[in-house]
């Protein structure tokens, strides 16, 4: 069982920058495949990042391309989302999910993902 806690959520201005932390227990997050996932009210959840289990490959949504960066400290267990540039349209609610799946285009899919966080809001005033 992995257990995950988001955390750095908040309110922001339109152009600030956040930073969310996905702080993992019960396992070692370097056996798994991380991702960031958003989901606004009344839209389905969507990938935001996905970083590999050595953290050398990282993918983003069209969205997050520019202004969002993925990355992981393994031996503190921690993945980190660095947002910069917030947009009123970012505004959501934040999670982190863990696979033990392949990296490839199923990286994109929530429904790959195993383990969830409960998640952290982020909302972007205009």
């Known amino acids: 069982q992995v257990y995950l806690v988001e955390s750095g959520g908040g309110l922001v201005q339109t152009g600030g920058s956040l930073r969310l932390s996905c702080a993992g227990s019960g396992r070692t997050l370097d056996n798994y495949i991380m991702g960031w996932f958003r989901q606004a009210p009344g839209k389905e959840r969507e990938i935001v990042a996905a970083?590999?289990?050595?953290?050398?490959?990282?993918a983003y949504s069209d969205s997050a391309k520019g202004r969002f960066t993925v990355s992981r400290d393994n031996p503190k267990n921690i993945v980190y989302l660095e947002m910069n540039g917030l947009k009123p349209e970012d505004t959501a609610a934040f999670f982190c999910?863990?696979?033990?799946?392949?990296?490839?285009?199923?990286?994109?899919?929530?429904?790959?993902?195993?383990?969830w966080g409960q998640g952290t809001q982020v909302t972007v005033s205009s």
């Open positions: 999910a863990a696979t033990q799946g392949l990296w490839d285009g199923r990286v994109y899919n929530p429904s790959e993902y195993t383990y």
């Open positions: 970083i590999s289990r050595g953290g050398v490959w990282t």
